[in-house]
């Protein structure tokens, strides 16, 4: 079972500051994955920005998406 996100805020450095269902905050570093496929777009800093909530995920206006169990186990709890 995965938790669904519920709010996402780009921020420097390519990082999500993302907020679980449970209110859990957590960074998530998309910089690993900007050498790879559809997220290579993400590279140029305004279409960076344009993440957004799609369902229980987030998605850009590329279209790329990355999965919410991702999102969770790859990210880091800020206090």
Known sequence: MYLAV???KPVENY??????????????????Y???GIFQELKDPSLFNT???????VEWDNE???????LYHESISVE
Not at 23 to 32: A, H, L, N, S, T
Not at 51 to 57: A, E, G, H, K, L
Not at 64 to 70: H, K, M, N, Q, R
């Open 34 to 36: 900007l050498e790879t």
């Open 15 to 32: 990082l999500l500051l993302l907020t679980f269902e449970n209110g859990e905050v957590r960074k998530f570093d998309m910089k690993p």
């Open 51 to 57: 993440v957004r909530i799609s369902f229980d995920s």
């Open 6 to 8: 519920k709010e996402v």
């Open 64 to 70: 790329a998406d990355v999965d919410p169990e991702v």
